[in-house]
């Protein structure tokens, strides 16, 4: 086992891939030392990715739209949880900022993250 440092450019992190490979036909026991080897490896790689790659959360009525594409929803169906139809219209058409209590049903009910709720709204 090669001494574990911090991965800082591509080549290592592919380096960090290679080796990490190794383990997966037979991952090694916790709490051993090939098991903390390979644990560490894994939070190291874990942690040059999200560096590199970092996902920002989405735009909040991007990620209602989303909902409602996924579950079939048309702009009525969001009444309750938002309000009138001229209410759901505003929030969809960036006219209007979704308050605490329309991110909480829309988490509640929707089941959309929070913090894909709270985000910035495009545009506002």
Known sequence: MKP???IR????YEEALREIESFFDSE???????????????MLIEDY???QWAIDAPDP???????MEQSDMKPKDLMPI???MNRVYEILSRRRKLTLPMIRRLNRDLHI?????IGEVAGQ
């Open 49 to 51: 990715e999200a560096k």
């Open 28 to 42: 090694p026991e916790p709490d051993t030392p090939e098991g903390d080897h390979f644990e560490i490896l894994a």
């Open 82 to 84: 938002i309000g009138n």
């Open 61 to 67: 009525i991007e990620a209602i739209r989303y909902r």
């Open 4 to 6: 574990l440092k911090p």
């Open 113 to 117: 993250p929070a913090l894909s709720l």
């Open 9 to 12: 450019n591509e080549e290592e």
